[in-house]
């Protein structure tokens, strides 16, 4: 079983950052793959950005320059740092890991940008 806690979501105003964690456990061995989809309030859930075992990232084009997914040397945890944000960007933002088959995710954590 695998276990992903989100962490780092909240309140911000246009234009300004955040950093989202998304730190896993359990049965962690052999991971393919982390990301992050993004669901805003009466829409369908969207894919925003993928790493890969070997270290290979993409994003949508709509955060492509503004957002950057890493993670630790460990490779359990995956971070979103999320710049330059805009009300459009305002969801819950959940983290999801893709491993032998199967894909696990997290609860999520909300992002709202707002003046």
């Known amino acids: 079983q695998v276990q992903l806690v989100e962490s780092g979501g909240g309140l911000v105003q246009p234009g300004g950052s955040l950093r989202l964690s998304c730190a896993a456990s359990?049965?962690?061995?052999?991971?393919?793959?982390m990301g992050w989809y993004r669901q805003a309030s009466g829409k369908q859930r969207e894919w925003v950005a993928t790493?890969?075992?070997?270290?290979?990232?993409s994003y949508i084009d709509s955060v492509k320059g503004r957002f950057t997914i890493s993670r630790d040397n460990a490779k359990t945890t995956v971070y979103l740092q999320m710049n330059s944000l805009k009300p459009e960007d305002t969801a819950v933002y959940l983290c999801?890991?893709?491993?032998?088959?199967?894909?696990?995710w997290g609860q999520g954590t909300q992002v709202t940008v707002s003046s």
């Open positions: 999801n890991l893709f491993r032998r088959g199967r894909t696990y």
């Open positions: 359990g049965s962690i061995d052999s991971i393919n793959a």
């Open positions: 790493i890969t075992s070997r270290g290979s990232t």
